[in-house]
């Protein structure tokens, strides 16, 4: 059996097989296509797989992690993202970015990636659920579907639910 490790980054996508029987490893890396990157993924795994001698049915376990998303926040780059959240909590991304004066100032003093959503796209709904995970006031789900349909018809593009 053979298992398949994909690391999808801003440049290049790694491969790496691994053969269960032997503990063969074989790696390969082609170039990401951030377009789409499923497409540099598939590409990588058939380059790898040809240096094996094996096809996509032989794969077993397929293993993912990428820093599209971490390199998409440092550059401020990607989709409009619109964020779901507690009603009353819409601006705690915001207030996390706030200054702090005083002997830490220049401990704290940190350039921080913008906020992944702009506060005219943070829409708060009426939920709440206490720290150990009991509902206290149930999802409006109507809410839900409205804040939804304004952020899409705004332009947002993909949505965050914190």
Same mark, same amino acid.
């Given at each position: 059996m053979?298992?398949?490790?994909? %690391?999808?980054?801003g440049? /290049?996508? %790694?491969? *790496?097989?691994f %053969?269960?029987?032997?503990?063969?490893?074989?790696?390969?890396k082609?170039?990401?296509?951030?377009?789409?990157?499923?497409?540099?993924?598939?590409?990588?795994?058939? $380059?790898?797989?040809?240096?094996?001698?094996?096809?996509?049915?032989?794969?077993?376990? /397929? /293993?993912? @992690?990428t820093?599209?998303?971490?390199?998409?926040? *440092?550059?401020?780059?990607?989709s409009?993202?619109?964020?779901?959240t507690?009603? @009353?909590?819409?601006?705690?991304?915001?207030?996390?970015?706030?200054?702090?004066?005083?002997p830490?100032?220049?401990?704290? $003093?940190?350039?921080?990636?913008?906020p992944?959503?702009?506060?005219?796209?943070?829409v708060?709904i009426?939920?709440?659920?206490?720290? %150990? @995970?009991?509902?206290?006031?149930?999802?409006d789900?109507?809410?839900v579907?409205? $804040?939804?349909?304004?952020?899409?018809?705004?332009?947002?593009?993909?949505? $965050?639910?914190?």
């Amino acid at each position: 059996m053979y298992n398949v490790a994909v %690391d999808v980054g801003g440049t /290049f996508t %790694d491969v *790496l097989i691994f %053969d269960e029987e032997t503990g063969g490893l074989t790696e390969g890396k082609v170039l990401s296509t951030p377009d789409d990157p499923s497409r540099g993924v598939v590409e990588g795994i058939e $380059a790898v797989c040809g240096k094996v001698g094996i096809s996509f049915p032989d794969l077993h376990l /397929f /293993f993912h @992690g990428t820093t599209v998303v971490t390199n998409m926040i *440092l550059t401020n780059t990607g989709s409009r993202v619109g964020l779901l959240t507690t009603k @009353g909590h819409e601006q705690i991304l915001h207030l996390a970015r706030a200054w702090t004066p005083g002997p830490l100032y220049g401990w704290m $003093a940190l350039q921080k990636p913008g906020p992944p959503a702009d506060p005219t796209d943070t829409v708060g709904i009426s939920e709440r659920i206490t720290s %150990d @995970g009991a509902v206290l006031e149930e999802l409006d789900e109507d809410g839900v579907r409205d $804040a939804v349909e304004r952020l899409v018809e705004r332009g947002v593009e993909s949505l $965050a639910i914190g």
